[in-house]
Nanobody, 117 residues
Framework: QVRLVESGGGLVQSGGSLRLSCAAS????????MSWYRQAPGKGRELVAI???????NYADSVKGRSTISRDNAKSMVYLQMNSLKPDDAAVYYC???????????WGQGTQVTVSS
């Protein structure tokens, strides 16, 4: 079955950096659009960054200029490099995979990011 496993979360000081990773298995990775979402306590899940099958990227305004999403199709991995972290970035970060042709979609279990001020 499809599995998305996030890693790389943790506690970081404001202004610090983290690199989140998502390992995908059980799917034809290169055919999926990959995204990172986040959900803070008491808030809805929001899109952070998205990378198309061809590598085109897009970002939420809140992280634009501070974050970079990338993918390695050979390793079935997607990454989110986050710099200049702020307390508002604290959330559970989820990896999301969607095939635009079949509409198959999958979520990871999430990884916690905590930012101390």
């Amino acid at each position: 079955q499809v599995r998305l496993v996030e890693s790389g979360g943790g506690l970081v000081q404001s202004g610090g950096s983290l690199r989140l990773s998502c390992a995908a298995s059980g799917l034809s990775f290169s055919t999926y659009v990959m995204s990172w979402y986040r959900q803070a306590p008491g808030k809805g899940r929001e899109l952070v960054a998205i990378i198309s099958r061809s590598g085109t990227t897009n970002y939420a305004d809140s992280v634009k200029g501070r974050s970079t999403i990338s993918r390695d199709n050979a390793k079935s991995m997607v990454y989110l490099q986050m710099n200049s972290l702020k307390p508002d970035d604290a959330a559970v970060y989820y990896c999301y995979a969607e095939n635009p042709i079949t509409r198959d979609s999958n979520w990871g279990q999430g990884t916690q990011v905590t930012v101390s001020s």
